[in-house]
């Protein structure tokens, strides 16, 4: 089957093509694009899916520079530009999904709806023919934090893919349509989120996890690891209930429903104990927050506390993927959180 009224093909792209920039070559690209490029070892392919969200350009900066320095690769690599719609809309590298979009990151399942789910299907199709021993799907985290990777499968293989580039990984029983889910082909998959879209530490993190992806002559045994990575299992995910609101500041200003201080992202992967204080909570308290986990049981009291107008956690935990961001804390999560250990909070 071919997916030539879908995406766009290039193969082993010549300096010329791909402008002096990122955004230059952005400016080329058509829609969605499969870069081959044909490695020193033709018997065997990896894929690295980027750019399933518009505004989530490390691994497309790493690509592209990647590709300039035409590097022969270990094995053939297959490259996947999923979101070049979104990532083309003024301004540039900006918007996550077209606004009459979906979400390409939740399409990879069926039904393939709408431009979006034709988009993933067609990808779907490009990774089962050129049956790589693995795939990655580079991202960036809406604030800015450290590096993690995300796992459905966590064995040897996910770890050691996981520690090319960062040494924690997030394992989740969720299944939301997400690229990552192609695990469940026997293909080792992980996501990495490289740290924040304007990072230029997750850019350069992008270029170098990729520049061994693409050199080691095994990617997925645990003795060639790079580190030792660390397992965060079952996240539970706390999120602001829906007319509640946030601030940042060093005081609450009495305001607000719950107050954050500015520097809250320090906290990300951090272990927080029960006598320390996160923020301060408003009147209404915790019934404004809301803590699911994977089995989608309410559990706010096993992650918080409030004492003397300030919330703390109910017992040591870890939190990430926090943000000083009020529209995406608002929108998406506050943060996700698992008991200090790394195991889930239940
Ligand atoms: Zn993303």
């Not at 199709?125 to 985290?141: K, Q, S, Y």
């Not at 304007?198 to 990617?219: F, I, M, N, P, S």
């Not at 790079?226 to 200003?253: F, H, K």
């Amino acid at each position: 089957m071919s997916n030539a009224n879908v995406l766009d093909y290039l193969n082993d792209p010549s300096p010329k093509t791909l402008g002096r920039s990122p955004l230059e070559w952005l400016d080329q690209l058509t829609g969605p694009t499969v870069v081959h490029v044909a490695g020193r070892d033709r018997s065997r392919t990896r894929a690295m899916a980027t750019l399933l969200h518009g505004n989530e350009p490390s691994g497309f900066f790493a690509l592209h520079r990647w590709l300039l320095e035409q590097r022969t690769p270990e094995v053939n690599m297959l490259f996947l530009l999923g979101g070049v719609y979104p990532a083309k809309t003024p301004p540039k590298l900006t918007v996550r999904q077209r606004p009459e979009g979906r979400d390409l990151n939740r399409c990879f399942r069926q039904p393939f709806e709408g431009p979006e789910g034709a988009i993933a299907e067609a990808m779907l199709i490009e990774l089962r023919n050129a049956n790589p021993e693995c795939l990655l799907d580079v991202h960036n985290t809406s604030g800015t934090g450290p590096a993690f990777a995300v796992t459905i499968t966590n064995d040897a293989a996910h770890q050691a893919l996981a520690s090319l580039f960062t040494d924690r990984l997030v394992m989740t029983d969720l299944r939301l349509g997400a690229l990552m889910e192609y695990s469940e082909q026997e293909v080792p998959t992980v996501t990495i989120e490289c740290g924040g879209s304007q990072d230029e530490h997750a850019h350069q993190l992008a270029y170098d996890g990729l520049v061994r992806y693409t050199t080691k002559t095994d990617v997925l045994s645990l003795e060639q690891a790079e580190w030792d990575v660390s397992v965060l299992r079952n996240p539970i995910r706390v999120e602001l209930a829906n007319q509640a609101s946030i601030e940042y500041r060093d005081t609450p200003s009495g305001q607000a429903d719950l107050t954050f201080p500015p520097d809250i992202e320090h906290r990300n992967f951090g272990i927080v104990y029960p006598h320390e204080s996160l923020g301060w909570i408003g009147e209404k308290g915790l019934g404004t927050l809301t803590a699911i986990g994977h089995n989608r049981i309410e559990s706010t009291a096993r992650v918080l506390r409030i004492e003397n107008g300030k919330i703390h956690p109910a017992q040591a935990i870890r939190l990430f993927m926090i943000t000083t961001n009020p529209a995406i804390a608002k929108s998406d999560c506050l943060f996700y959180a698992v008991k200090a250990s790394g195991e889930p909070i239940f």
